[in-house]
């Protein structure tokens, strides 16, 4: 078989995960992206470890731990997006603003001394 | 064995399609409307990656991709599709509003690694079926066991945590769901 | 017939060779961890509280003992080519361990916040809801955290000693997985809390796909994912390189994400901002120790060849400059102290990458010595955060902190000390640290960066400088935040951490004599 096709087929793979981590909203839909990426990446390490006849095997030895680390992050993955669910309601990222960069930025003299003390008195 | 691209083995030909499907249902997981619909695409190609594995020999890697991707990894999905009560119809919700960046993005990855493959790769050719068999659990236990011990080990450690962490994140008290109500 | 020569390596198949002594402290590390969760099982509800702390003190400083054991032992690698046990690898488990242990001591704390510590009772409950009422007066805790953050701790000692790309990726997970799901868990400001853990969480998996990525592309290249095997490959290229150009790139960014490098640092001041302040000291200071390691096992073992470093190491260094451009920057326009220190933070990552991109013994060795004082440093400063208390938690925004130093002038003097060592005063040892890093870049000829770096710590001294003038010229608030008293673990660990900074500012010689004969050892 000519290696090409393996491989195209995983980079391809990742891009469209990558497009789906950037494109979606919604965080189990990034979440699935991200198996895709996963998977496109366990497809390069199979076709490599045919490609190379290594003896080793290294390429689907880490194949094997990468599916069960996908599994146990997707786990908790899952349990983190529900909880943010519980809370508010949505699984919705462009929501997720409370941690932002400040509106307006803080300047110098609103925290020199004397400015400080009016915001008080105000 | 004359080695061309126009005259495909049929090994070659099966892997193609085979890996059209792949592609065909990765694009419909990021893009469909319909959140349980991605989910089932996502089934698709996980399967076909696992028929993948199967052309590449590595006989173990399908039967796992199978049984924790295609059996526990989507259930998990549909399970927390269910449970954040996620838009079960079509819905413009899922995407972020201006996709353009993405796509540059995604098609910016996909032209610039095809390019480097098949710039490193065009000239080489291998027989899946020939030369060391290491797709078999013995032979991929054997290795497992004689050069990754530790990270095998640090592995089923890494397990126990996320087992814990995640029933640390969901255990509610037993009057919980009153105080909720 | 092949099927036959498989059976028979099974049958002459020998247990593997483990080298239980040179794997010692990380194995100390996740047995402790472990034992939590026996404890969590077994021990009563009302006695875990106690028992975890402990049991994870005591394994930090069984684990450290270990290091110390080792100390001086001929570098080697163990565990089938796994782990790299040398001066380097040693010397950071160390400081990994000395950290976490201080930052242990702060995360434990409970005389802060009315007899409970940071985290919520049950991280699934509605902040406020009776059922957390109820579950509060009967002292209920996420004790689980303590055993969780051991298996941080564990990860985060393999991670710097990795020697292959797969053990590398497994302590990269068993070190960020934990975390993940900490930063969800704080007792106040839960939304924000539970919004880091899932920003955190879906940008760590993210960038694991690409360091994934660039470990296969790298397999590929060498047919192998152990670094000397890959250096072996790059000193003598079989194939093209382009492969292995785009691999280092890919490799690079998912590590670039733990350091906290820009561009890939969007996560930073989202996840220190709102995961619980002690933990937010802990990733700071641990995690980036760990991630820097990593790094520069990756880049000095894996592609330590002249071929190689031309072409990363102007990446790396852009990569630098970015990062102390936007640390440096975007602090000014902070108003919330976590956000503040977490561009900091960055900025200091900026610093390091100009060590670690000159590559030479000497600046390695100046890495090693502004890891352990910077981390030491940061530990304290959040840990001042953790005392200044509102209602609703801690008061992290600027404009209260006016006139902390009149009414609570320890902690507001232990504070400046740390944030004039940042801003890189003399007679502090993040000045020494940085002085070593300039001198290292200078000698291994890179002049713009160190001119970048001036500049940019000019910058940030305006930055530190005005926490400094709000804390001391300003007059108190009226209804101003209280000063929680803390307990006499917290007051050890900011002794410890303003003794270390002025100290080692002082006297340096001892830790960067260490440093220096540390940082010539890399097993390969």
């Known amino acids: 078989m000519h290696a090409v096709y393996p491989l195209v087929l995983g980079a391809l793979l990742f891009a469209i995960g990558l497009y789906g981590v950037l494109a979606r909203r919604n965080a189990i839909a990034v979440l ?7 998977n496109a990446v366990t497809l390069n390490l199979v076709s490599f470890s045919a490609i190379l006849r290594d003896r080793y095997g290294m390429g689907q030895i880490f194949t094997l731990f990468i599916i069960t680390i996908a599994a146990a992050e997707t786990g908790l993955g899952l349990a983190i997006v529900l909880l943010v669910y519980r809370q508010r309601a949505t699984a919705d990222l462009g929501e997720q603003r409370a941690l932002a960069e400040p509106v307006e930025p803080v300047t110098a003299d609103e925290l020199s001394p004397r400015n400080v003390e009016a915001e008080v008195a105000r | 064995m004359s080695h061309g691209y126009l005259s495909p083995t049929g090994l070659e030909i099966a892997f193609v399609l085979i890996g059209l499907v792949t592609l065909g249902s990765g694009l419909l997981v990021v893009t469909v409307k319909n959140l349980v619909h991605a989910a089932l695409w996502l089934l698709v190609c996980m399967g076909s990656i696992a028929v993948e594995y199967l052309l590449l020999t590595a006989e173990l890697l399908a039967w796992i991709q199978v049984l924790i991707y295609a059996g526990a990894i989507i259930v998990l999905f549909l399970f927390g599709l269910m449970l954040t009560r996620a838009p079960i119809g079509p819905t413009e919700e899922l995407n972020v509003r ?6 540059i993005v995604g098609l910016g990855a996909a032209g610039t690694l095809v390019t480097v493959i098949v710039q490193a790769y065009q000239h080489t050719w291998f027989d899946p079926r020939g030369a060391v068999p290491l797709g078999s659990g013995e032979a991929l236990g054997t290795q497992l066991f004689k050069y990754w011990v530790l990270p095998f080990e640090v592995l089923s450690v890494l397990l126990l945590a996320a087992l814990v962490g995640a ?9 919980t769901e009153e105080a909720e109500a | 017939m092949s099927i036959l020569a498989a059976s028979s390596t099974t049958a002459t198949f020998v247990a593997p060779h483990v080298e239980f002594g040179k794997l010692s402290p990380m194995l100390i590390a996740f047995g402790t961890a472990t034992l939590g969760i026996l404890v969590e099982a077994f021990a009563p509800r009302k ?9 994870a003190l005591v394994g930090i400083a069984a684990s450290f003992a270990a290091v110390l054991a080792l100390a001086g032992t001929t570098a080697s690698v163990v565990a089938q080519g796994s782990v790299a046990v040398d001066g380097t690898t040693l010397f950071l488990q160390g400081t990994i361990l000395v950290i976490s242990f201080v930052a242990f001591l702060v995360i434990a704390e409970r005389k802060t916040d009315q007899n409970q510590d940071a985290f919520a009772a049950q991280g699934a409950s509605v902040p406020g809801s009776a059922a957390e009422r109820e579950t509060t007066r009967r002292g209920w805790q996420t004790t689980e955290v303590y055993p969780l953050l051991m298996f941080s701790v564990g990860g985060m000692l393999l991670f710097p000693a990795a020697n292959d790309l797969l053990t590398m990726f497994v302590a990269l997970e068993a070190l960020s997985l934990p975390l993940y799901l900490v930063c969800g868990l704080a007792r106040h400001r839960r939304l924000l809390s539970q919004e880091a853990a899932l920003k955190y969480f879906l940008l760590g998996a993210f960038s694991s796909a690409f360091f994934l990525y660039g470990a296969a592309m790298l397999y590929g290249y060498a047919g192998s994912v152990n670094l000397a095997v890959i250096a072996q490959h790059v000193a003598h290229p079989t194939a093209g390189s382009t492969l292995l150009y785009t691999g280092v790139a890919l490799l690079g960014m998912g590590l670039l994400f733990k350091v906290g490098a820009a561009p890939f640092h969007m996560w930073t001041p989202d996840v220190y901002q709102g995961a619980p302040t002690p933990v937010t000291g802990f990733m700071a200071a641990a995690t980036k120790i760990a991630a820097f390691g ?12 002249n071929s190689a470093e031309n072409v990363w190491r102007p990446v790396m260094q852009a990569v630098a400059i970015i990062t102390m451009i936007v640390g440096g920057v975007l602090a000014l326009t902070q108003r919330d102290i976590k956000r503040m220190l977490a561009y900091s933070a960055i900025l200091n990552a900026g610093y390091l990458l100009i060590g670690v991109t000159s590559t030479t013994a000497q600046a390695r060795a100046a890495v090693l010595f502004y890891l352990p004082v910077y981390g030491v440093a940061i530990i304290g400063a959040f840990a001042v955060v953790t005392l200044v208390r509102d209602a609703g938690g801690e008061a992290t925004d600027l404009s209260r902190w006016a006139g902390l130093g009149r009414r609570a002038p320890i902690p507001a003097a232990l504070l400046a000390v740390f944030l004039l060592a940042f801003a890189g005063i003399p007679f502090t040892s993040i000045f020494i640290g940085k002085f070593a890093i300039f001198q290292a870049a200078l000698a291994a000829g890179s002049p713009d960066l160190v001119i970048v770096a001036v500049l940019a710590s000019a910058l940030a001294a305006f930055f530190y400088l005005r926490v400094v003038v709000v804390m001391f010229f300003s007059d108190p608030l009226p ?7 803390p307990s006499i673990a917290v007051k050890t660990a900011l002794a410890v951490a303003a003794f270390a900074t002025v100290a080692l500012g002082v006297a340096p010689s001892l830790l960067l004599h260490l440093a220096n004969n540390s940082a010539g050892i890399l097993a390969k």
């Open chain 1, 32 to 38: 699935m992206a991200i198996e895709l990426l996963l």
């Open chain 2, 98 to 103: 201006h996709r353009w960046p993405a796509l």
């Open chain 2, 167 to 175: 029933i640390v994140l969901s255990r509610r008290g037993r009057d």
């Open chain 3, 47 to 55: 006695q875990r509280y106690g028992i975890q702390v402990g049991l």
């Open chain 3, 294 to 305: 990593a790094l520069v096992r990756v880049l000095d073992v894996g592609l330590g060849v």
């Open chain 3, 479 to 485: 209804q101003g935040p209280t000063i929680a008293h």
